[in-house]
């Protein structure tokens, strides 16, 4: 079964279209790094699959359904640029909130826990605002993971972490493969990503330019995507 | 890395029950957040109550008011007043959640829109709630009106009101957060729609203010805001899916 599929998918913003008639198949326990230039449709599409904005045109079915449909969403984990997390609440209030919107029926015992996984149990108490970018970091990874999702949508997740929390999401990204979820992680770090990918899809200018399987090659040569497919579209 | 936290497809979580049981969990778990957040920095109720009060004073100093000048402007005093001290409320809702992109995180959550923009509206509400028992205590004590006198009935009306300054603003709060003049936008959006409530409001608050009992047409002024509240809660309920996702 595909945890992913898209048909036709359009989206506009004013005139100019975004996303330009993307069909796309990911199956159940795939990684998936989707891979393009700034401006070439990450963010947008990452954002449709979200349920954070509707496609123009087209059908969009996450996890088997609308990603408008709340059943769906508390099967998702997203982590978009920004954190995510209210400055005036503690690291412990951020999580326990989600967790009860997430419909956790163990909220606070498993806020804690996660504050503890990512080692940030000495400072739940603390509000976001005093804590350093690391530590936002690995709180806004927590976040993103605490209600164990099926499909994590990953928006340039790597970028600007510190080694710590680094460490802690690649970690959790190895389980979360390991228990054959979701993933789908938009990035400029070819060799990272494709090193942890099973399929590659590569956006330029809004149209799928390439999908597929990982293969050697691009292990070998990270730019050959690029090269080969990058222009073509 | 340390305590494992025990995840995956043998052991899932549990999840509460969907339904009414977890829209009222949903909605209150945003309320709390709103009103922990505002009272930890205070910045929109700092701002509305001191902008009450300023206003109560000036206008008494300036114009010496007798009784009889109180009891006809009373209602409509006290309403201007609500009006554009909750507009500094409601522009702090859903900005609220801009820093950080929260209102994503909100969004992607599976709160139902409705529960979130009820989450929302009811925090408000407890704000707007606070700010307008505070300025009552002063007119009170600067127009030497018995506002406490009939202080059930008037709590009742002043709730019925701010209910639909509440339901009214944050729906157009979450329509104008992202523009660069949301200040702006939201009072000219909302008091134009407000008009018939704050009639309404006015008629019913001003001989209450006084301690003074309600004239008989009254009820038809109620009834109105009851309906108002009604429609408008009913209203917003069914766009806030719109006005949050587009």
Not at chain 1, 169 to 189: D, G, K, N, P
Not at chain 2, 29 to 42: G, H, M, V, W, Y
Not at chain 2, 68 to 90: D, K, M, N, S
Not at chain 2, 169 to 179: D, E, H, Q, R, Y
Request: aromatic share 8%.
């Amino acid at each position: 079964m595909n945890a992913i599929e898209l048909e036709d998918v359009w989206k506009f913003y004013g005139d100019f279209p975004a996303l330009r008639k993307l069909d796309l198949a990911v199956p159940e326990g795939a990684c998936l790094a989707l891979l393009g230039r700034n401006g070439a449709g990450k963010t947008t599409l990452l954002r449709v699959l979200a349920g954070l904005m509707r496609a123009g045109r087209g059908s969009v079915r996450v996890l088997g359904a609308d990603p408008r449909n709340p059943e769906v969403r508390a099967r998702l984990g997203v982590l978009g640029h920004g954190v995510a997390l209210y400055d005036d609440l503690s690291a412990f209030e951020n999580l326990a909130l989600f967790a009860r919107l997430y419909g956790l029926e163990d909220a606070s015992r498993r806020a804690r826990q996660w504050l503890e996984k990512v080692g940030l149990g000495a400072s739940a108490g603390s509000l976001v605002r005093e804590f350093s970018r690391g530590m936002r970091q690995r709180l806004a990874i927590a976040r993103a993971f605490l209600h164990d999702p099926e499909l994590l949508l990953l928006d340039e997740p790597f970028t600007a972490l510190d080694d710590r929390a680094a460490d802690t999401l690649q970690e959790l990204l190895r389980e979360a493969l390991a228990r054959r979820r979701t993933i789908v992680l938009s990035t400029h770090h070819l060799k990272e990503a494709l090193e942890r990918a099973t399929h590659a899809a590569l956006l330029v200018h809004g149209r799928l330019a390439f999908f597929g399987e990982r293969s050697r090659r691009m292990l070998e040569d990270p730019g050959w995507l690029y090269r080969e497919f990058g222009e073509a579209a | 890395m340390t305590a494992p936290v025990q995840t995956g497809t043998g052991t899932r979580l549990r999840r509460a029950a969907a339904g009414p049981a977890s829209f009222l969990r949903a909605t209150l778990a945003i309320a709390a957040k709103d009103l922990r957040s505002e009272f930890r920095t205070k910045e929109a109720l700092n701002a509305s109550l001191a902008f009450s009060v300023v206003i109560l004073l000036l206008f008494s100093f300036a114009f010496d008011p007798t009784v009889e000048q109180t009891r006809a402007l009373a209602g409509g005093l006290l309403w201007l007043v609500f009006a554009f001290a909750g507009a500094l409320i409601l522009n702090r809702s859903f900005a609220r959640e801009l820093p950080n992109d929260c209102l994503d995180a909100l969004v992607a959550s599976p709160v139902p829109a409705p529960a979130l923009y009820l989450g929302k509206t009811l925090g408000n509400w407890v704000l707007l709630m606070l700010v307008e028992l505070a300025s009552l205590a002063v007119f009170g004590i600067f127009y030497n009106a018995a506002w406490t006198r009939r202080l059930g009935a008037l709590v009742g009306v002043v709730a019925l009101g701010t209910w639909a300054l509440s339901v009214v603003g944050t729906l157009f709060s979450a329509l104008t957060v992202n523009l660069r003049l949301r200040e702006l936008m939201l009072p000219l959006l909302v008091y134009p729609v407000l008009i018939p409530v704050l009639l309404g409001a006015i008629q019913l608050s001003g001989p209450l203010a006084m301690g003074e009992p309600l004239a008989e047409e009254a009820g038809a002024w109620l009834r109105l805001l009851v309906g108002f509240d009604v429609i408008f809660t009913a209203l917003a309920l069914a766009l806030s899916e719109s006005a949050l996702v587009g």
